[in-house]
């Protein structure tokens, strides 16, 4: 993966952005804030959370309407910051296993936000990247659930060995508007835990290639790619279902398989909407299977 910091960060989302122009306006994104729903729906989470009592960003940035919001005028966290990563996916009979130490293999921006960052006048983020044990033990072949199941704050693994989190802040508000991430599209909440709310640029050797390409696993197994349409153009929310998903012909474990899976777009809510499969409720190192965590599990306030 070639990652030169914050310029080829920046080049990977802006390369993003022009594939989706005709289905996801980067310069008008829909805001998600409160768009949580107790069944699924398009463009909506199916929510095991319904209140959100915790803390975010403190500022609106101008980068905020109304009903919209510019994702090319937002200003990111700076630094670059290399980390020791260790990361490995393997399948193992039937389950698939992911382990690390849930530190970044890309650059990240400096954290705490420094009151010397431009950010630090709409998010002072306080919290420190810190290492931990991560050990998560998926299905390799995931089976269709009989009903869609909520999801809570965690909602998968990145293909970069860092956590995946709802749409949401801890006010319910739209992560990715509100909250301001570093030019790889992560932060990380009051544990240290350092995560995704959307997709990163950092993936951007997929993004240059125009392939569908797996960037992740959600908690009940099935894939989560970037995917286009037959003219080069991402998908957007309006192609997918209720939880975020369809069913199309992808690389899955080295063979091309017709299967469900989940995309990843530029429009709320981004990843993933609802689980199709039977999601796990515990793993080593994600926010999931606490008390009022369900399935996935609501991040601590400032994630």
Same mark, same amino acid.
Request: neutral net charge; proline residues 7%; contains cysteine.
């Given at each position: =993966?070639?990652?030169?910091?914050?310029?080829?960060?920046?080049?990977?989302?802006?390369?993003?952005?022009?594939?989706?122009?005709?289905?996801?306006?980067? $310069?008008?994104?829909?805001?998600?804030?409160?768009?949580?729903?107790?069944?699924?729906?398009?463009?909506?989470?199916?929510?095991?959370?319904?209140?959100?009592?915790?803390?975010?960003?403190?500022?609106?940035?101008?980068?905020?309407?109304?009903?919209? +919001?510019? $994702?090319?005028?937002?200003?990111?966290?700076?630094?670059?910051?290399? +980390?020791?990563?260790?990361?490995?996916?393997?399948?193992?009979?039937?389950?698939?296993?992911?382990?690390?130490?849930?530190?970044?293999?890309?650059?990240?921006?400096?954290?705490?936000?420094?009151?010397?960052?431009?950010?630090?006048?709409?998010?002072?983020?306080?919290?420190?990247?810190?290492?931990?044990?991560?050990?998560?033990?998926?299905?390799?072949?995931?089976?269709?659930?009989?009903?869609?199941?909520?999801?809570?704050?965690?909602?998968?693994? $990145?293909?970069?060995?860092?956590?995946?989190?709802?749409?949401?802040?801890?006010?319910?508000?739209?992560?990715?508007?509100?909250?301001?991430?570093?030019?790889?599209?992560?932060?990380?909440?009051?544990?240290?835990?350092?995560?995704?709310?959307?997709?990163?640029?950092? +993936?951007?050797?997929?993004?240059?290639?125009?392939?569908?390409?797996?960037?992740?696993?959600?908690?009940?197994?099935?894939?989560?790619?970037?995917?286009?349409?037959?003219?080069?153009? =991402?998908?957007?929310?309006?192609?997918?279902?209720?939880?975020?998903?369809?069913?199309?012909?992808?690389? +899955?474990?080295?063979? =091309?398989?017709? =299967?469900?899976?989940?995309?990843?777009?530029?429009?709320?809510?981004?990843?993933?909407?609802?689980?199709?499969?039977?999601?796990?409720?515990?793993?080593?190192?994600?926010?999931?299977?606490?008390?009022?965590?369900? $399935?996935?599990?609501?991040?601590?306030?400032?994630?």
């Amino acid at each position: =993966m070639r990652v030169s910091g914050v310029v080829a960060a920046a080049v990977a989302f802006a390369v993003i952005a022009g594939t989706a122009l005709a289905v996801a306006n980067p $310069s008008a994104l829909p805001l998600g804030d409160g768009k949580y729903r107790s069944s699924p729906e398009v463009g909506y989470v199916d929510s095991c959370q319904t209140y959100f009592n915790g803390s975010g960003a403190q500022t609106e940035g101008p980068w905020i309407g109304k009903t919209t +919001w510019n $994702s090319t005028t937002k200003i990111h966290v700076r630094g670059t910051v290399h +980390w020791h990563s260790t990361f490995k996916e393997r399948v193992v009979g039937a389950r698939r296993l992911l382990t690390g130490n849930g530190l970044p293999i890309s650059p990240t921006g400096t954290f705490p936000i420094a009151s010397t960052d431009p950010a630090y006048a709409y998010d002072r983020n306080p919290n420190s990247i810190e290492p931990y044990s991560l050990s998560v033990s998926l299905p390799a072949n995931p089976k269709l659930a009989a009903s869609p199941t909520c999801v809570g704050g965690t909602i998968g693994v $990145s293909t970069l060995g860092i956590p995946l989190y709802s749409a949401f802040d801890a006010v319910g508000r739209d992560a990715l508007a509100h909250e301001l991430q570093d030019a790889c599209g992560g932060h990380p909440q009051v544990s240290g835990q350092y995560h995704f709310h959307g997709l990163s640029p950092c +993936w951007q050797d997929s993004v240059l290639s125009r392939r569908t390409h797996l960037i992740g696993w959600a908690l009940d197994g099935f894939g989560i790619y970037i995917e286009y349409d037959s003219k080069g153009r =991402m998908l957007s929310t309006s192609d997918l279902d209720a939880c975020h998903g369809r069913t199309s012909v992808v690389d +899955w474990d080295g063979r =091309m398989v017709r =299967m469900y899976h989940y995309d990843a777009t530029l429009d709320f809510p981004y990843l993933v909407g609802c689980y199709k499969g039977t999601p796990i409720t515990s793993a080593t190192g994600l926010q999931i299977g606490g008390p009022g965590n369900g $399935s996935g599990g609501q991040p601590p306030p400032g994630g």
